[in-house]
């Protein structure tokens, strides 16, 4: 009987042994991390093909976001007062960083022979223009679609007059519910904003004829 016993308390302590260790094991991350990407190396094509002004340099920034998407975990707007923010998919980057990175390679691409400097900038770098920008939405749609709303501004900075102020309005579908096409669909709104600020530098700048 005491046996008995004995090997009852070896198999209660075996048991709370084995729980302990399934407790205090590291659980794995379930984060996933996702950036925007620049339009494609085929968009190189079109800028050869454009008047670009020659020793151009652009400014690009500040770029100014709205709190609520100034964090880590990515944001869905379920509805037009209601929001969803994740407790697993995350940025890589700050947001912002990210959005003004890729739309400074985008302007890269698209304007040959124009050089892009980031905000801020050295006191020794005059920018010939900036872009100046405040982002008002910069999310998915309920699953369905995603949306950009931006008020940006070209301005030129020799009298400082702004060649252009404008409100853009952008949208892409998602053509699925995944965050990664989410995201892609985000930076494809993101180039149709670069092709607009990209085509109103053009117009501004374009070399006089004669």
Do not use: H
């Not at 100014?64 to 923010?85: C, G, H, K, W």
């Not at 995603?146 to 102020?165: G, Q, T």
Request: charged content about 25%.
């Amino acid at each position: 009987m005491r046996s008995l016993k004995i090997i009852v308390i070896f198999f209660g302590f075996a048991c709370l042994s084995v729980s302990g260790c399934m407790s205090f094991s590291p659980m794995p991350d379930p984060s996933r991390f996702f950036t925007l990407t620049p339009l494609p190396r085929s968009e190189e094509s079109r800028a050869r093909d454009a008047n670009s002004p020659n020793g151009l340099l652009v400014g690009v920034g500040p770029i100014r976001f709205p709190a609520y998407l100034d964090q880590e975990q990515m944001v869905t707007r379920i509805s037009q007062n209601r929001l969803d923010i994740s407790e697993n998919d995350r940025w890589a980057e700050p947001l912002e960083e990210n959005f003004t990175r890729v739309l400074s390679q985008n302007l890269g691409m698209l304007l040959e022979g124009v050089r892009i400097i980031r905000y801020p900038w050295q006191t020794s770098q005059r920018p010939t223009c900036r872009i100046e920008m405040e982002v008002l939405q910069f999310e998915p749609i309920a699953g369905q679609k995603v949306e950009l709303l931006a008020r940006w501004a070209v301005i030129d900075s020799r009298n400082k007059v702004p060649l252009v102020l404008k409100e853009s309005r952008l949208a892409r579908q998602t053509n699925g519910k995944s965050t990664e096409r989410s995201v892609a669909a985000l930076s494809e709104t993101l180039g149709d904003l670069s092709r607009e600020i990209a085509d109103t530098i053009l117009v501004g700048f374009r070399p006089k004829e004669g």
